[in-house]
């Protein structure tokens, strides 16, 4: 059974930092791409950033240069490192894994997700 637990969220002010971890457990980790995604209220969820199994970035414009992807395949473990944060990045985060492919933007086509992480940029 996969499982996918985040960690690391909190409240932050704006311009500070912080560092989302999503430990992964029951599949070939590092033969699937994963993904950060994020949800605000009353919004749907969107594509943050993915990292192919091959090892390429894909991220959304509104993050390019302040949040950076990165994995340990030994832990199991896929990291995003958020940066210059601001309040429009509040969001609960969620890490996902690609079904097939090598990359999409699309959470339909991500089959297993985490519960979620509280992200809060404060003003």
């Known amino acids: 059974q996969v499982q996918l637990v985040e960690s690391g969220g909190g409240l932050v002010q704006?311009?500070?930092s912080l560092r989302l971890s999503c430990a992964a457990s029951g599949r070939t980790f590092s033969s699937y791409t994963m993904g950060w995604f994020r949800q605000a209220p009353g919004k749907e969820r969107e594509f943050v950033v993915?990292?192919?199994?091959?090892?390429n970035k894909y991220y959304t414009d509104s993050v390019k240069g302040r949040f950076t992807i990165s994995r340990d395949n030994a832990k199991n473990t896929v990291y995003l490192q958020m940066n210059s944060l601001k309040p429009e990045d509040t969001a609960v985060y969620y890490c996902a894994?690609?079904?097939?492919?090598?990359?999409?933007?699309?959470?339909?086509?991500y089959?297993?997700?985490?519960?979620?992480t509280q992200v809060t940029v404060s003003s």
């Open 50 to 55: 993915c990292l192919t199994w091959s090892g």
């Open 97 to 109: 894994t690609l079904r097939g492919g090598s990359y999409s933007s699309r959470p339909a086509d």
């Open 14 to 16: 704006a311009g500070g």
């Open 111 to 116: 089959d297993y997700w985490g519960q979620g």
